[in-house]
């Protein structure tokens, strides 16, 4: 086995039929290209040639595969979800990655754990999918999501998973009660809160590096069939997030379901400015009602409440109204409209089918995401969306609040200290050319600002590059991080793309 997988390393003529008969592969295995899909990823700003792009049968072929890996001196292994990392991390310079699509269809079945409904499904299943057949077939939903449902299970969960719900509910990493992991060492276990919960708790977040996340059983509830989908408009950024902050730090029946946020431009730019705001495409933002004092930098949060098609239209109306009443938005900048649950959680592919039709879609997206610290993110709107940022990026430029405390501290995730933290999205598509390099070095800038001036905050989805930066990322968690590598990755096999670890060294805890 040794001497073939050294042939295969250094390149024969029919290595991908002896890797396929040496390992016993279920699924296939296609030869590494600069053009094929393992070779890039949705930021459009990293490419690499992987050795090999396998489409693993299940986690038995995941298991082969590492275990293949850790026979050589410096193969790696990465799991690729839909390819919508940003900076390369889904790839394997020269290594194995296995595209998990192909495994979507290995699981999906109803279970209840507690009284309580879950779903078993496949870590390569899309959440587009898994909300289609759970609400169509059960007529039940995650309680959980993040905003653009074509990710992978096991991609979101092993970085957090975030949208609008995350206040009340946790992020998505807070609504597993149970996963199917193989790990660095190519062992498969399943692992929960009670069983094998190191493991667990280290993948939930762990971005790939502790084990490849197989199957997760999802906590559902029950599906509302209809949701009030409400934008209103501050010009006033205190104002903004002081109404935020009382609808996240509200009981369950006081609030809304769902609460975001984005700033945009005070000018008619298509993508920034006023109309990116209105939900009825046959309304218009009259910018007329803003007051006079307002300035260059505005304000929408975005609100949704969920209610069935059995409810009394009345009885809505009063419940949003009493919401809205509480809050101290613009009057008359107030875009409203109905649509389906699933319509609503599907929001994000109606603008990707518009920006592929418009030829966006595909160009480079160096992209930014921040948590920060509520302590600090009055200072950060005056210099990043005041200053920085005050014409636009060409994308969505996100904000909006979330609790600490719907969080589980025994995962890999790092977060900013204090019970109110904001999640700040940078979403730029931008040109290729030399504007993409650009971009990227103002990202690198604002990153540098927040640490410069001290303030609390962490990357979300993050990329650095140094070992040092790791170490100031996950702070006192790096301990325990660099621990769970030892024990689960010995040899640093897993998600090279992240530039954590480095294979090849004898201790992953000394880097």
């Not at 989908?229 to 009382?246: G, H, K, L, P």
């Not at 875009?335 to 389906?340: A, L, R």
Request: charged share 25%; hydrophobic share 35%; glycine share 10%.
């Amino acid at each position: 086995m040794i001497a073939c997988l050294g042939r295969i390393v250094h390149g024969s003529d029919d290595d991908v039929s002896t890797l396929f008969n040496s390992l016993n592969l279920q699924g296939t295995v296609e030869n590494g290209d600069f053009s094929g899909i393992a070779s890039k990823d949705f930021g459009g700003l990293n490419s690499v040639k992987p050795l090999y792009l396998i489409k693993p049968s299940g986690a038995e072929d995941v298991a082969r595969v590492v275990k293949a890996a850790a026979r050589t001196p410096h193969l790696t292994v990465a799991a690729r979800g839909n390819g919508h990392s940003i900076n390369g991390q889904a790839m394997s310079d020269g290594g194995y990655v296995l595209d998990m699509r192909s495994t979507a269809e290995n699981h999906f079945k109803l279970v209840t754990v507690n009284g309580s409904p879950c779903i078993d499904v496949s870590g390569g299943a899309l959440w587009e999918e898994v909300l289609t057949r759970c609400v169509s077939r059960y007529g039940l939903a995650p309680r959980s999501w993040t905003d653009y449902l074509r990710l992978t299970v096991g991609g979101t969960l092993s970085n957090a998973g975030v949208s609008g719900q995350a206040f009340r509910y946790g992020p998505q990493t807070s609504n597993v009660t149970e996963l199917e992991v193989v790990t660095g060492k190519g062992d498969i276990a399943v692992c929960s809160e009670t069983q094998n919960p190191e493991l667990f708790f280290g993948a939930l977040g762990g971005l790939g590096q502790f084990g490849i996340i197989t199957r997760a059983r999802v906590k559902l509830q029950q599906a509302p069939d209809m949701v009030r989908w409400i934008r209103v408009v501050y010009s006033e950024f205190e104002e903004f997030t002081r109404d935020a902050e009382f609808l996240v730090s509200q009981k369950e029946g006081e609030s809304f379901d769902y609460v975001e946020g984005f700033v945009f431009c005070n000018n008619d730019d298509p993508v920034n400015g006023w109309p990116s705001v209105q939900l009825n495409p046959d309304q218009e933002f009259d910018p007329s009602h803003l007051p006079q004092i307002s300035g260059s930098v505005l304000y929408c949060l975005e609100v949704a409440y969920h209610y069935r098609n059995s409810d009394n239209p009345s009885t809505v109306n009063t419940a949003v109204s009493r919401l809205l009443g509480r809050l101290r938005f613009v009057e008359r900048l107030k875009s409203t409209v109905d649509v389906s649950y699933v319509e609503f959680l599907l929001r994000v592919k109606r603008a990707e089918e518009q920006a592929k039709a418009n030829g966006v879609w595909d160009i480079p997206h160096p992209w930014l995401n921040l948590f920060v610290s509520k302590s600090d993110i009055v200072d950060f709107d005056r210099t990043v969306f005041k200053k920085m940022v005050k014409d636009g990026i060409g994308g969505p430029i996100l904000i909006y609040p979330l609790l600490r405390s719907k969080w589980d501290s025994r995962t890999s995730v790092a977060l900013p200290e204090g019970e109110i933290f904001y999640i700040v999205g940078l979403l730029r598509f931008v040109p290729k050319g030399p504007s993409v390099d650009k971009k990227v070095a103002e990202n690198r800038e604002i990153v540098n600002w927040c640490i410069k001036e001290g303030w609390d905050f962490k990357l979300y989805l993050p990329h650095y590059r140094s070992k040092e930066d790791w170490k100031r990322h996950f702070g006192n968690q790096w301990t325990r991080f660099a621990q769970r590598k030892a024990g689960f990755d010995p040899k640093a096999i897993l998600a090279p793309g992240q530039r954590i670890f480095k294979r090849g060294t004898t201790s992953t805890t000394r880097q």
